[in-house]
């Protein structure tokens, strides 16, 4: 498996933005696809976007989509989420996870990553 550190959490106002990186170590990134899941305060872990394997197919959740841009430098073993126009609701724990992609698909489920960093916490305020 691979280790992942997570970095970039602040507190913004909102309308500010953040951009938030994954870095990974241990293990053969680009042969994982990767989603930023958060967790807010008294809420289960939720999806906000993902990315394949080798950065041609990404994935959004509804409420971030046109905010929120997800990349990854297999080079550098990273992935990043901008994270542009934030609201209050977007505060959370930002957590970076990791699975192995046999193909380059990707995955839409938190349960799907069994590979996850500590999480960068995000406060958005009013």
């Known amino acids: 498996q691979v280790q992942l550190v997570e970095s970039g959490g602040s507190t913004v106002q909102t309308g500010g933005a953040l951009r938030l990186s994954c870095a990974a170590s241990?293990?053969?990134?680009?042969?994982?696809?990767v989603g930023w899941v958060r967790q807010a305060p008294g809420k289960e872990h939720e999806l906000v976007a993902a990315i394949n394997k080798i950065g041609t197919i990404t994935y959004y959740q509804d409420s971030v989509k046109g905010r929120f841009t997800i990349s990854r430098d297999n080079g550098n073993n990273t992935v990043s989420l901008q994270m542009n126009s934030l609201k209050p609701k977007d505060t959370a724990v930002y957590y970076c996870?990791?699975?192995?992609?046999?193909?380059?698909?990707?995955?839409?489920?938190?349960?799907?990553?069994?590979?996850w960093g500590q999480g960068t916490q995000v406060i958005v305020s009013s």
């Open positions: 996870a990791a699975e192995p992609a046999d193909n380059l698909g990707i995955y839409i489920y938190p349960t799907s990553y069994h590979s």
């Open positions: 241990g293990g053969t990134f680009s042969l994982h696809a």
